[in-house]
């Protein structure tokens, strides 16, 4: 009697482990092995009419970084919410935050500074990468730099224009010089039916998982939004709309006194 309970105890055990295994998957984390940074032209968001000037001050003229998400090309997709515990801390960017100001300001409105967005863009994405806060925020910075957009346009004879458009492929030959294999463009398309343009809206650049170099996207941009002839209109900051705010009380985030301590 004994012996045979013993030798129906362990398929049972094994059964039983089975069962729990599916109620209870092990938690796997994603192999996050691709970044993909996001760079916006805030002349064609202008457009849109949805544009306030940050309270931190005017944005840089130039590209500004949207998002920089983190992809599996493993399984084909991008990786989010890692952690529902994430917390992200302003103070430990201090030595980029003048840079960020200019570069990944928020121009949605009402006029805010950034930080909601920077928050957002961290524990959505970052904290899924296997870089640190601070890295994560300064790879966004340095591949924008690295990517050179509006010069690395003009030297090709592509300038922001009211009067001028752009073919896709000259765009596409002016970023491979620069970028490779490693960009995709993204255009919106403005106006009613009889009069719709093509606007330039975004440039997203496959970069290393470390954050170093951009790298040939290992996948195909899913939708061409980018058809006929392309406009990139100038972007002026001074035409943001500036929010009530009473002259010279600037929003900046004041990280000695740690007015917005760790999120
Ligand atoms: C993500 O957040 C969790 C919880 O705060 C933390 O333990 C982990 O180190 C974070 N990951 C990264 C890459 O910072
Ligand atoms: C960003 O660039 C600076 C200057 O070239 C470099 O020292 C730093 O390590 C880079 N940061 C990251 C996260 O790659």
């Not at 984390?29 to 002349?43: I, M, N, S």
């Not at 006029?111 to 967005?117: A, E, Y």
Request: glycine share 6%; hydrophobic share 35%; aromatic share 12%.
């Amino acid at each position: 009697m004994a012996a045979k309970s013993r030798s129906e105890t362990i398929p049972m055990l094994v059964l039983f482990i089975s069962i729990l295994c599916l109620y209870f998957p092990v938690k796997t984390t994603a192999a996050v092995d691709l970044l993909y940074v996001t760079l916006k032209w805030p002349g064609t968001l202008y457009e849109s009419g949805q544009c306030c000037m940050p309270t931190t001050g005017s944005p840089a003229e130039d590209f500004l970084i949207d998002d920089i998400k983190t992809y599996d090309s493993g399984t084909g997709q991008f990786v989010k919410n890692c952690d529902p515990s994430c917390r992200f801390s302003i103070n430990k960017m201090h030595d980029l935050i003048t840079d960020l100001y200019s570069y990944w300001s928020d121009l949605s409105c009402p006029c805010n500074n950034g930080l909601q967005n920077w928050k957002n863009t961290w524990c959505t994405y970052g904290n899924c990468s296997s870089l640190s806060q601070h890295d994560y925020f300064q790879t966004a910075l340095n591949i924008s730099r690295r990517a050179n957009l509006l010069e690395v346009f003009e030297v090709n004879g592509i300038v922001p224009s009211t009067s001028t458009s752009y073919k896709l492929r000259n765009i596409q030959t002016a970023l491979m010089a620069n970028l490779g294999l490693s960009t995709h463009v993204e255009c919106v398309q403005r106006g009613p039916f009889w009069r719709r343009t093509t606007l330039l809206s975004k440039i997203n650049i496959c970069v290393s998982a470390n954050g170093k170099y951009p790298i040939g996207c290992p996948f195909d941009q899913k939708v061409v939004t980018c058809n006929g002839d392309v406009w990139i209109y100038p972007f002026a900051s001074n035409k943001l709309k500036e929010c009530c705010w009473p002259a010279g009380s600037g929003d900046h985030i004041d990280m000695v006194t740690e007015k917005y301590p760790a999120m």
